[in-house]
DNA sequence: AACTCACTCAACCGCCTACAT
DNA sequence: TATGTAGGCGGTTGAGTGAGT
């Protein structure tokens, strides 16, 4: 269909000169790749024009370049190419056309989406920040401060309560974990070295319960105040 | 069957950079 | 050097669709 009404609450430059917006055709995807197979797509700008389109240059690279490609390669990902994918990530941040580069035939808005509809929310759920690739260590002092002072404060009037369960943030990590993470938090703000303490066996328990934990709920905000600059290397995402 | 909700992904926009003039 | 243009990139949107009620 066409949009013929600004649907994006903006004014489109293809609107202003009259061309087509919106899905495309296969009579339209054949036209493009007609052309492109027989001059090239040289300058995007007056492709259109030449291959009888009534579109934008912009339109026109966006859907060779996403759909109509020929070695694009279609269908899920697979493990191995979503492990590349989690490690780039990490390395290069939000860089999809330099993670799109490194795997053969996929498209970084192809990567892009993947990224922020499985791979991100998958991690969020193992209690790792998608963005800095650490665990979310904002949520274990949270829930860590709370469990403590109402442990400390529980009689047989009063009995223990699932404080992450209430906060709707679900088991994050045992307790052992638990406590070796508030005593990180703890060295980092009393600038003391964390690897005078036991950074090992932190960095593989952290690990270890990324793996074997249940996940967790989804918590909206991902962004800390309290980012580490630790990678946080060797986990493996679960498959679900 | 009808409706609602959540999820996916193609397509768009605005911004940025590289390059030409 | 300043300015204009084209192409590329990342963030965002919303139609389509399937699952759940």
Redesign the pocket.
Known sequence: ?L?STN?????????KNGL?????TPEEDKKLIDYIQKHG???????PKNAGLK?????C???W???LRPDIKRGRFSFEEEEIIIQLHSV?G????????RLPGR????I???W???IR?RLLRMGIDPVTHTPRLDLLELSSAICSTLYNSSSPHNPQINVPNLLGIGPIMDPDLLNLATTFLSCQQNQIGFSQINQTQFQSQLTQASQIQNPVQEIQSCTTSNTLNVPFLSYRVLQM
């Open positions: 269909f949009f649907v994006m609450g903006k004014i489109p430059c293809c609107d087509k917006r919106g899905p495309w797509h040289g300058r995007w700008r007056t492709l579109r934008c240059g912009k339109s690279r966006l859907r370049a996403n759909y290069l939000n860089k999809w056309s330099a993670i799109a580069s498209t970084d808005n192809e892009k989406n993947y922020n509809t499985h929310k």
